[in-house]
């Protein structure tokens, strides 16, 4: 018995000729919070099915609670909740009736607690689950994942369609507090702002690796964005690794993915560089520089 | 089974508004009930027919339409993932789908007719089908097609390429059961092609519910796994099936000349060693088989079941014409002792009759309107063809290799007809007047035969190419069986059924010998063999074979029977036999098939036995 609610060894997905997931490896302990990143087609649903056992991978292995997630989904699935891309439950059903079906599966439910969110949501239980906008859907898929009080919350894309509003209390109020009592979480999103504040760890997708797997606060601590007054820059990338170098006004602009206070401060007072700015970058800021920098090969 | 339930529910209450329109459907054939009937039909009848026509096409339809998108639909909707996201297994969620399914096409039958059967009563709505019958085969029908659609639901909604595949793997297991069933049915076996049939069919929706559990533990979420599985477990099933019914079939045509035991049914050629035994052999139900054996070299060589009621032999008894029926059309064959193979003629018939010249080198067939054709077996050649006037029964024989003579039945009387293979002439050599059908019986030469008007004691030897009455013999009365022996003298019984006896005259008609037979009900000839003459008779005790030994005018041996095994050659060729009568063959009490020396009275069982139940 190992600390990992999630383990993925070297994962591959294969559609075809398509490669969907390369040999992806990555684990999140339990009671953490785990955010994935990418593009669309990068390969994160692909990822997500594997981990909730819907689909076999051409190679690897996916452990949750260190049982197979394919052989021992239906016993897994009693611990997990589920807000998957798509809104997938039957369009004919009331928001009620999915509850009351989905109810008399688990060992345990929470009526009163799916009332109260969707409740809170807006969304009325007499609803026909098809009449609903995308994020009312989602709701009701997180209001129904949520009945299970599950150990591991998998969310995949689960902002998608939903306005401001209720996309912040999703995150500040719904999943930041899950967060905060110890339930795991692995989310796929785009909205990088968004999970900045509670994800632990993050990782980023890209056709099909998992280019980036770090914890939030070490990414961040390495990652610097340095605006220099003179062109062209100067830097000793032996020192000061730029992941992108670009013009900025009258200068340039790097970013470093291997940031260090006491080798700038060297460089600086060596005269190495000129004047200089250095600033702390979003998660999502970072993830553009990663995307950047492969597509024009400073990875 | 908890969760199945769980999940058939829901898929019921999806499709609840389906079950509303049966109740709609319901209602129907009642308000048209009131609409006035005509061609003298009730009310209660329109509404009941109404009523099974609705409730059945109803039905039908559901089981396509739902079939195909119970699990399909789901698959290619990306819908299926609200399943796999609860803790329920591919099991539960495949037969809660497929119990809710086949509870709406049984609910919405039984809603719809339902009121109907009410109605009737004792009537019936449809063919004297009751309406018990009607509800099996239109359930069976709509379970049939439900599997079916759902496994063609899969296949084109995945938009696989291995749509190609299965659609040869169909086609491989098509041919496969057409060959099984052409083999099984060509040994008659009905009640074996009806248990295949039926046994294949529960195979194949076996396959269907238990492949659709496993598509959806294999393949999950993604339609493409899911047809991948499907298509895999279905034709490995059926793969296995088949080969499991091929091993059986080829057991049951397999049955040698030794299981024979049942139904058993044989001809014999009146002058060679050839026989034909055929029957159903042991274990194998209703299959029929038949055997050509050489009953001097014990050879014997299998051939198609209907080849004992279908196979003409030559008057020589060396060979013998089997038809190969396939489909409607019959492909000729001949046999020759001592040879393993056929020798295919190149004829085929599709109606008609035939047979061989004496010595089997060629054929003549009769086919339809009424044409007369010979063929050179050797040279596959046609030599000459003509059409015969107004034929009702004719008795043909190959005179000589080169001339076929014609006994013609016409309403006036007897039309003697000769075909000359050189001259190409078809030509009336002679003519009996007779206002009722004429019995005739020729001697070895086929100069001479007795002419016996059907239902007379009325006998008289006549010329067998002019028909022109040679004498007026003096029977006894009332006359019986009669033929010419091989020696040219002429045989008969005469004498009611308490006291016949068997007059042996000379080929004038002088009689030269009466020997009593004891009490019989129908006696006849089997053949002669210049000593003997052999009958076989009916009594109240049971059937015998009498040999009756011609110069001390009694009866030399009797064997008790319970079926003779005619003995015959061309189309009823009424010659005696060319060769002296050397074999009998009958089937005796318990039913095996004896061959029996009529000159030392030795006999030799060559298949048979009791057979439960027959």
């Given at each position: 018995m190992t600390d990992?609610?999630?383990?993925?060894?070297?994962?591959?997905?294969?559609?075809?000729?398509?490669?969907?997931?390369?040999?992806?490896?990555?684990?999140?302990?339990?009671?953490?919070?785990?955010?994935?990143?990418?593009?669309?087609?990068?390969?994160?649903?692909?990822?997500?099915?594997?981990?909730?056992?819907?689909?076999?991978?051409?190679?690897?292995?996916?452990?949750?609670?260190?049982?197979?997630?394919?052989?021992?989904?239906?016993?897994?699935?009693?611990?997990?909740?589920?807000?998957?891309?798509?809104?997938d439950a039957p369009p004919e059903m009331s928001v009620a009736a999915i509850a009351r079906f989905c109810s008399r599966l688990y060992d345990k439910w929470d009526q009163d607690g799916v009332e109260a969110r969707l409740r809170a949501f807006g969304v009325p239980m007499t609803s026909r689950f098809g009449t609903l906008s995308k994020g009312q859907k989602k709701q009701v898929s997180l209001a129904l994942a949520l009945a299970t009080a599950p150990e591991l919350l998998v969310l995949d894309d689960p902002t998608l369609g939903l306005d401001v509003v209720a996309r912040k209390s999703l995150f500040e109020e719904v999943i930041g507090d899950l967060a905060d009592r110890g339930t795991t979480i692995f989310i796929t999103t785009h909205d990088l702002v968004g999970v900045e504040t509670f994800a632990d760890r993050?990782?980023?997708?890209?056709?099909?690796?998992?280019?980036?797997?770090?914890?939030?606060?070490?990414?961040?601590?390495?990652?610097?964005?340095?605006?220099?007054?003179?062109?062209?820059?100067?830097?000793?990338?032996?020192?000061?690794?730029?992941?992108?170098?670009?013009?900025?006004?009258?200068?340039?602009?790097?970013?470093?993915?291997?940031?260090?206070?006491?080798?700038?401060d060297r460089m600086r007072t060596t005269g190495t560089i000129g004047p200089a700015e250095v600033s702390a970058m979003s998660l999502e800021d970072i993830f553009i520089a990663i995307a950047s920098g492969k597509r024009e090969g400073n990875a | 089974?908890?969760?199945?339930?769980?999940?058939?529910?829901?898929?019921?209450?999806?499709?609840?508004?389906?079950?509303?329109?049966?109740?709609?459907?319901?209602?129907?054939?009642?308000?048209?009930?009131?609409?006035?009937?005509?061609?003298?039909?009730?009310?209660?009848?329109?509404?009941?027919?109404?009523?099974?026509?609705?409730?059945?096409?109803?039905?039908?339809?559901?089981?396509?339409?739902?079939?195909a998108s119970f699990v399909g639909r789901d698959l290619s909707d990306g819908r299926m993932s609200f399943y796999f996201s609860r803790p329920v297994g591919s099991v539960s969620i495949w037969f809660g789908k497929l119990i809710a399914g086949i509870i709406l096409l049984v609910g919405c039958f039984g809603v719809i007719a339902g009121p109907a059967r009410l109605v009737a009563g004792p009537w019936s709505p449809v063919l004297g089908v009751t309406?018990?019958?009607?509800?099996?085969?239109?359930?069976?029908?709509?379970?049939?097609?439900?599997?079916?659609?759902?496994?063609?639901?899969?296949?084109?909604?995945s938009r696989s390429q291995l749509v190609a595949f299965d659609f040869a793997a169909a086609v491989l297991c098509g041919v496969a059961i057409r060959y099984l069933i052409v083999s099984l049915a060509g040994g008659q076996a009905m009640l074996l092609v009806k248990w295949l049939s039926i046994s294949l069919a529960i195979a194949l929706a076996a396959a269907i519910i238990a492949g659709g559990a496993w598509q959806l533990e294999r393949g999950r979420t993604d339609r493409r796994r899911n047809h991948l599985a499907l298509s895999q477990f279905l034709w490995g099933s059926m793969a296995v099936v088949l080969v499991l019914a091929t091993a059986y079939v080829a057991w049951v045509v397999s049955a040698r000349l030794s299981d024979l035991n049942g139904q058993l049914s044989a001809t014999h050629s009146p002058s060679g060693p050839l026989a034909i035994v055929g029957g159903t052999a042991k274990a194998r139900a209703d299959y029929r088989t038949a055997f050509l054996i050489n009953t001097e070299t014990g050879d014997t060589t299998r051939l198609d079941s209907r080849a004992v009621w279908t196979a003409i032999y030559a008057r020589d008894g060396r060979s013998v014409v089997v038809p190969r029926i396939e489909g409607n059309v019959a492909q000729l064959q001949i046999y020759r002792a001592g040879a393993r193979d056929p020798v295919d003629t190149g004829l085929s018939?599709?109606?008609?009759?035939?047979?061989?010249?004496?010595?089997?080198?060629?054929?003549?067939?009769?086919?339809?309107?009424?044409?007369?054709?010979?063929?050179?077996?050797?040279?596959?050649?046609?030599?000459?063809?003509?059409?015969?006037?107004?034929?009702?029964?004719?008795?043909?024989?190959?005179?000589t290799p080169d001339v076929v003579r014609v006994y013609n039945q016409m309403d006036d009387g007897l039309q003697i007809l000769e075909l000359d293979v050189r001259t190409h002439r078809l030509q009336q050599t002679g003519a009996i007047a007779s206002a009722t059908f004429i019995q005739i019986f020729l001697?070895?030469?086929?100069?001479?035969?007795?002419?016996?008007p059907a239902r007379t004691d009325n006998l008289t030897l006549n010329d067998a190419r002019t028909g022109m009455v040679i004498r007026q013999l003096s029977i006894g009365s009332p006359a019986g069986a009669m033929r010419f022996l091989r020696d040219g003298r002429i045989a008969l019984v005469v004498g009611p059924h308490a006291s016949?006896?068997?007059?042996?005259?000379?080929?004038?008609?002088?009689?030269?010998?009466?020997?009593?037979?004891?009490?019989?009900?129908?006696?006849?000839?089997?053949?002669?063999?210049?000593?003997?003459?052999?009958?076989?008779?009916?009594?109240?005790?049971?059937?015998?074979?009498?040999?009756?030994?011609?110069?001390?005018?009694?009866?030399?041996?009797?064997?008790?029977?319970?079926?003779?095994?005619?003995?015959?050659?061309?189309?009823?060729?009424?010659?005696?036999?060319?060769?002296?009568?050397?074999d009998v063959l009958f089937t005796d009490a318990e039913n095996h098939i004896i061959r029996w020396s009529p000159g030392s009275g030795a006999k030799k069982v060559i298949t048979g036995g009791l057979a439960s139940g027959d």
């Amino acid at each position: 018995m190992t600390d990992n609610a999630i383990r993925i060894s070297d994962l591959t997905v294969q559609y075809g000729r398509k490669l969907a997931v390369d040999r992806a490896a990555l684990s999140v302990e339990r009671g953490r919070v785990y955010a994935l990143v990418g593009r669309n087609g990068a390969g994160k649903s692909s990822l997500v099915r594997c981990l909730l056992g819907q689909q076999k991978p051409q190679r690897g292995r996916v452990t949750l609670f260190d049982e197979d997630a394919w052989a021992r989904r239906t016993p897994l699935m009693q611990r997990i909740g589920v807000v998957t891309e798509d809104a997938d439950a039957p369009p004919e059903m009331s928001v009620a009736a999915i509850a009351r079906f989905c109810s008399r599966l688990y060992d345990k439910w929470d009526q009163d607690g799916v009332e109260a969110r969707l409740r809170a949501f807006g969304v009325p239980m007499t609803s026909r689950f098809g009449t609903l906008s995308k994020g009312q859907k989602k709701q009701v898929s997180l209001a129904l994942a949520l009945a299970t009080a599950p150990e591991l919350l998998v969310l995949d894309d689960p902002t998608l369609g939903l306005d401001v509003v209720a996309r912040k209390s999703l995150f500040e109020e719904v999943i930041g507090d899950l967060a905060d009592r110890g339930t795991t979480i692995f989310i796929t999103t785009h909205d990088l702002v968004g999970v900045e504040t509670f994800a632990d760890r993050v990782g980023m997708m890209e056709d099909g690796r998992l280019v980036l797997d770090e914890d939030v606060e070490a990414l961040k601590s390495r990652f610097r964005r340095i605006r220099f007054a003179a062109q062209p820059l100067a830097l000793d990338t032996a020192v000061l690794r730029p992941t992108l170098v670009r013009s900025w006004g009258g200068g340039s602009e790097a970013i470093v993915s291997n940031y260090d206070d006491l080798a700038f401060d060297r460089m600086r007072t060596t005269g190495t560089i000129g004047p200089a700015e250095v600033s702390a970058m979003s998660l999502e800021d970072i993830f553009i520089a990663i995307a950047s920098g492969k597509r024009e090969g400073n990875a | 089974m908890k969760n199945a339930l769980v999940i058939a529910a829901r898929e019921f209450e999806e499709k609840r508004f389906v079950a509303y329109s049966a109740v709609a459907f319901a209602l129907l054939p009642f308000l048209v009930g009131v609409i006035p009937m005509s061609h003298g039909r009730t009310p209660r009848e329109g509404i009941v027919m109404l009523a099974v026509l609705l409730a059945t096409g109803f039905t039908l339809g559901l089981s396509v339409i739902t079939g195909a998108s119970f699990v399909g639909r789901d698959l290619s909707d990306g819908r299926m993932s609200f399943y796999f996201s609860r803790p329920v297994g591919s099991v539960s969620i495949w037969f809660g789908k497929l119990i809710a399914g086949i509870i709406l096409l049984v609910g919405c039958f039984g809603v719809i007719a339902g009121p109907a059967r009410l109605v009737a009563g004792p009537w019936s709505p449809v063919l004297g089908v009751t309406f018990s019958q009607l509800t099996g085969v239109v359930l069976t029908l709509a379970v049939a097609l439900f599997l079916i659609a759902h496994v063609i639901g899969t296949f084109s909604r995945s938009r696989s390429q291995l749509v190609a595949f299965d659609f040869a793997a169909a086609v491989l297991c098509g041919v496969a059961i057409r060959y099984l069933i052409v083999s099984l049915a060509g040994g008659q076996a009905m009640l074996l092609v009806k248990w295949l049939s039926i046994s294949l069919a529960i195979a194949l929706a076996a396959a269907i519910i238990a492949g659709g559990a496993w598509q959806l533990e294999r393949g999950r979420t993604d339609r493409r796994r899911n047809h991948l599985a499907l298509s895999q477990f279905l034709w490995g099933s059926m793969a296995v099936v088949l080969v499991l019914a091929t091993a059986y079939v080829a057991w049951v045509v397999s049955a040698r000349l030794s299981d024979l035991n049942g139904q058993l049914s044989a001809t014999h050629s009146p002058s060679g060693p050839l026989a034909i035994v055929g029957g159903t052999a042991k274990a194998r139900a209703d299959y029929r088989t038949a055997f050509l054996i050489n009953t001097e070299t014990g050879d014997t060589t299998r051939l198609d079941s209907r080849a004992v009621w279908t196979a003409i032999y030559a008057r020589d008894g060396r060979s013998v014409v089997v038809p190969r029926i396939e489909g409607n059309v019959a492909q000729l064959q001949i046999y020759r002792a001592g040879a393993r193979d056929p020798v295919d003629t190149g004829l085929s018939l599709t109606a008609g009759e035939f047979f061989p010249s004496d010595d089997g080198g060629r054929i003549a067939t009769f086919t339809s309107p009424r044409v007369l054709s010979v063929y050179e077996i050797a040279t596959k050649r046609s030599l000459v063809s003509a059409r015969i006037p107004g034929t009702r029964f004719g008795r043909a024989f190959f005179l000589t290799p080169d001339v076929v003579r014609v006994y013609n039945q016409m309403d006036d009387g007897l039309q003697i007809l000769e075909l000359d293979v050189r001259t190409h002439r078809l030509q009336q050599t002679g003519a009996i007047a007779s206002a009722t059908f004429i019995q005739i019986f020729l001697d070895p030469t086929a100069a001479h035969m007795l002419v016996r008007p059907a239902r007379t004691d009325n006998l008289t030897l006549n010329d067998a190419r002019t028909g022109m009455v040679i004498r007026q013999l003096s029977i006894g009365s009332p006359a019986g069986a009669m033929r010419f022996l091989r020696d040219g003298r002429i045989a008969l019984v005469v004498g009611p059924h308490a006291s016949p006896r068997l007059d042996i005259l000379s080929s004038e008609g002088a009689v030269e010998k009466e020997i009593p037979l004891g009490p019989s009900n129908w006696t006849t000839f089997v053949g002669d063999d210049g000593d003997r003459v052999v009958l076989a008779v009916k009594r109240d005790r049971g059937d015998e074979l009498l040999a009756v030994a011609l110069n001390r005018g009694l009866v030399e041996r009797r064997e008790p029977i319970r079926e003779w095994v005619r003995a015959s050659a061309g189309m009823s060729d009424p010659r005696p036999a060319m060769e002296p009568l050397r074999d009998v063959l009958f089937t005796d009490a318990e039913n095996h098939i004896i061959r029996w020396s009529p000159g030392s009275g030795a006999k030799k069982v060559i298949t048979g036995g009791l057979a439960s139940g027959d």
